[in-house]
């Protein structure tokens, strides 16, 4: 049976409506309210935001009778016009479901807590689904301390398409990859940018990049819970969130920041990856380096399932650090990326 549907009313939030029902950002825009695109969309009601922006009450009442007209099919009386890629607008709306849409997942790859891997584990779930047959592509977000570029190899610098977007660089696997890295004279030039700046850089890569059809995109975030993850979050229509934590109670009461504020920002929490696990000798003896595992409680803080839990492998580092990491095969991350692609299959 159809769900029925809500009247739109003007004291319902902004976020709360463009949520249930996407095809309204386009009217709010061609009404002119552009609080789909502001962070405050996420708190405002219709009626406040048309306060703010000085509508009329004839004008109030015109918008939230199309509101309700373009979630029943019916004609309305503006032009709808595209929303921009925007702060407000909330994760997910602009992404999921569509399935004409060329990137079908984004999927931010987040840490509490710096230097636990996070962006290795990026780069070799990137490799690791591309060997499997999907189209991956890698944005590094972290603008001023970018890591991606030289994992991969992929150096010069980034050209434009035919159709006027920047064309992203390929690894020698196929895996596409934007980082700041790519812009810079230097590798070790420094990025000195304030916050606006970065978000800036980082809305580029993902709206003026020419990513072709992916069926995932992963956003390998800035460590941490500042401005930066945040403005990613906040800026890509992002589907879910993988959290990357290493065995340690530090790590995993970082972890609880991480989930706070994605549940601030309304986002799904898709998975936890546990990386340092254990060493492994050549006789297959395992060594819990880092202290006993906390995935079960890495878990039930996250609420989503374990996709992984990763040795700690003296390889890597040399395979990273000279460009080759898609030369790197273990079978912890090939079960890594199966139960990545399996879990996103189901929640979508
Ligand atoms: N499982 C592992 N085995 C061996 N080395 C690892 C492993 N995981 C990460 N490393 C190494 O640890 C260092 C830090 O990793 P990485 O840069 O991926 O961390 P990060 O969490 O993304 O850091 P940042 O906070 O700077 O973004 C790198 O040199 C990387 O090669």
């Known amino acids: 049976m159809p769900e029925t549907l809500q009247t739109i009313t003007p004291d319902m939030v902004i976020h709360d409506v463009v ?4 095809a309204t950002v386009k009217i709010f825009h061609g009404h002119g309210l552009p609080c789909t695109a502001c962070s405050v969309g996420a708190r405002e009601s219709i009626a406040g935001g048309a306060r703010t922006h000085r509508f009329s009450p004839e004008k109030l009442d015109l918008l939230v009778k199309d509101l309700n007209a373009v979630i ?5 009386s503006v032009a709808p016009k595209k929303a921009p890629v925007g702060r407000g607008i909330p994760i997910n709306v602009l992404g999921g479901g569509d399935a004409n849409r060329p990137i079908k997942q984004v999927i931010a790859i987040m840490s509490g807590k710096g230097g636990v891997g996070k962006s290795l584990v990026t780069g070799l779930l990137a490799v690791s689904l591309r060997r499997q047959g999907q189209r991956v592509g890698i944005l590094d977000g972290d603008i ?9 190899g992929t150096t010069g610098h980034p050209t434009k398409t035919a159709n006027g977007g920047i064309e992203p660089l390929k690894s020698k696997g196929g895996v596409k990859v934007m980082s700041m890295n790519m812009f810079l004279e230097n590798e070790s030039d420094p990025v000195v940018w304030r916050g606006p700046m970065v978000s800036s850089a980082i809305k580029q890569f993902y ?6 059809q992916l069926d995932y995109l992963l956003v390998d975030l800035p460590p941490g819970t500042s401005d930066a993850p945040m403005t990613v979050m906040q800026a890509l229509p992002v589907d879910g969130v993988v959290i990357v934590s290493s065995p340690q109670m530090l790590a995993t009461m970082v972890v609880m920041k991480c ?3 994605v549940r601030h920002l309304k986002g799904t929490i898709v998975g936890v990856v546990e990386n340092m696990s254990y ?5 297959n003896e395992r060594y819990e380096i880092f202290g006993p595992s906390n995935a079960t409680e890495l878990v039930s803080v996250t609420g989503a399932p374990l996709l992984g839990q990763l040795p700690i492998d003296p ?6 650090d000279s460009g080759r990491v898609e030369e790197y095969y273990s079978e912890a991350y090939e079960a890594l990326a199966a139960n990545f692609v399996n879990t996103l299959k189901i929640k979508r």
């Not at 949520?19 to 996407?22: A, D, G, I, S, V």
């Not at 390889?315 to 990273?320: D, K, M, Q, R, V």
Request: hydrophobic share 35%; aromatic share 10%; charged share 20%.
């Open 19 to 22: 949520t249930k029902y996407p």
């Open 72 to 76: 029943k099919g019916e004609p309305v």
């Open 144 to 152: 001023t301390g970018p890591s991606i570029a030289r994992m991969f």
């Open 207 to 212: 709206s003026d990049v020419d990513w072709g």
């Open 259 to 261: 989930v706070h504020m």
């Open 279 to 283: 060493f492994e000798t050549p006789n």
């Open 315 to 320: 390889a890597l580092t040399s395979l990273c």
